[in-house]
T-cell receptor
Framework: TQLLEQSPQFLSIQEGENLTVYCNSS?????LQWYRQEPGEGPVLLVTVVTGGEVKKLKRLTFQFGDARKDSSLHITAAQPGDTGLYLC????????????FGQGTILTVHP | GAVVSQHPSRVICKSGTSVKIECRSL??????MFWYRQFPKQSLMLMATSNEGSKATYEQGVEKDKFLINHASLTLSTLTVTSAHPEDSSFYIC?????????????FGSGTRLTVV
């Protein structure tokens, strides 16, 4: 059983479209992180959400943390080809002593 | 910002040999570091948690004698793949958690591409 269920796993869209990636769990998290990873490189942190109900914006990216701190979403507005990559959510459940686990990942392809 | 240096970035070795991968936190102390394995187009799979001054904690299904972890200082953890075989070929990534930010201070290395021939 996957601790963090991330969906969709694959997303292929046209430039200018909007998209949302979801990350859900039955566990409570002290924080959730979103990363973006390019092939052959390590994940790069986009944002950390800590407070239930928190919304953070990073240019065209909007991140939301659920009120109960069990789920999160990433919304991209007007996607561009440069947004193409692997997006990962990750979190450390409050019972995990800080052990960070990842969702399955979302491979996003934005076509010009 | 926090930086984690992982070395080497790529390594090719022969079957039966051992390979050591280093993970170093450059500007912060990390009592805890993590080692992940990643297959193409898949997410990161946690292999083990490395604790400075004590034994590593391995995830279920990960052979501790195969993947030796040493965390000898607050800034360095090493992963040694012993008696490597082609099925050990993968992308290995480390992460260091800043001791001052225990709930969210995770920084990742750039990964090591291991190819066993």
């Amino acid at each position: 059983t996957q601790l963090l269920e991330q969906s969709p796993q694959f997303l292929s869209i046209q430039e200018g479209e909007n998209l949302t990636v979801y990350c859900n769990s039955s566990s409570v998290f002290s924080s959730l992180q979103w990363y973006r990873q390019e092939p052959g490189e390590g994940p790069v942190l986009l944002v950390t959400v800590v407070t239930g109900g928190e919304v953070k914006k990073l240019k065209r990216l909007t991140f939301q943390f659920g009120d109960a701190r069990k789920d999160s979403s990433l919304h991209i507005t007007a996607a561009q080809p440069g947004d193409t990559g692997l997006y990962l959510c990750a979190g450390a459940p409050v019972t995990s002593y800080g052990k960070l686990t990842f969702g399955q990942g979302t491979i996003l392809t934005v076509h010009p | 910002g926090a930086v984690v240096s992982q070395h080497p970035s790529r390594v090719i070795c022969k079957s039966g040999t051992s390979v050591k991968i280093e993970c170093r936190s450059l500007d912060f102390q990390a009592t805890t570091m993590f080692w992940y394995r990643q297959f193409p187009k898949q997410s990161l799979m946690l292999m083990a948690t490395s604790n400075e001054g004590s034994k590593a904690t391995y995830e279920q299904g990960v052979e501790k004698d195969k993947f030796l972890i040493n965390h000898a200082s607050l800034t360095l953890s090493t992963l040694t793949v012993t008696s490597a075989h082609p099925e050990d070929s993968s992308f290995y990534i480390c992460s260091a958690r800043d001791d001052r930010k225990t709930n969210y201070g995770y920084t990742f290395g750039s990964g090591t591409r291991l190819t066993v021939v």
